[in-house]
């Protein structure tokens, strides 16, 4: 491994291409509940950073949805990661959290949003990412808007793509 490579390689487990088994659950108390697929896209580009783009669309009428793409760095000697992310809601956001083992809980660290971005306004969001003993590739991600308090919105499972 490069020098570069090594910032982020207790990370390598989340390199590549990942789409979901089977569809996705979302929820929310101000929402119908709703399924949707999911493909992630995680790669290096020759930085101390991964690349990642993440693309959901509806089940069923297979309309996007959610887009988020961003970037991952690691605190040096340290297992404190980052996700800076942009989302096609008009939502950017710094999230950090700990790796410890193959499990990655992020929290929201900051946030921002176009002066005219539509309500409810996300106030926090909190998310796991988890790999299973089978290989797969779990995300539960939980939010509060000005609202509602802290609730699970998505959970979905998703195998890595050849
Ligand atoms: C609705 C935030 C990811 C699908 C919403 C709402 C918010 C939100 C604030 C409005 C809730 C309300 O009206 O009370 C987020 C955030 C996400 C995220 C912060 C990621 C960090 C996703 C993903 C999907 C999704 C990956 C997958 C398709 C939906 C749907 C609705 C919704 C279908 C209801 C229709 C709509 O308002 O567009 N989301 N969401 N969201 N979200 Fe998400």
């Not at 040096?76 to 410890?100: D, K």
């Not at 790999?131 to 919105?153: A, F, N, V, Y």
């Amino acid at each position: 491994l490069s020098k570069l490579d090594k910032a982020v390689s207790s990370l390598d487990w989340l390199l590549g291409n990942w789409e979901s088994v089977e569809p996705g659950k979302g929820s929310y108390p101000s929402l119908k509940d709703f399924r949707y697929t999911e493909d992630l896209h995680f790669a290096q580009m020759g930085q101390p950073i991964i690349n990642f783009m993440f693309n959901a669309s509806d089940a069923e009428t297979k309309k996007i949805l959610h887009r988020e793409c961003g970037f991952i760095q690691m605190q040096t000697g340290t297992n404190r990661v980052a996700f800076i992310i942009a989302q096609n809601s008009g939502l950017v956001e710094v999230e950090e959290g700990e790796l410890v083992g193959k499990k990655l809980s992020l929290h929201t660290q900051a946030l921002a949003r176009p002066s005219f971005a539509k309500e409810p306004h996300v106030k926090e969001v909190s998310r796991v990412f988890q790999l299973q003993p089978d290989g797969k590739l779990e995300q539960t991600l939980s939010m509060s808007t000005d609202k509602q308090p802290m609730t699970q919105h998505l959970h979905i499972t998703y195998s890595r793509l050849a």
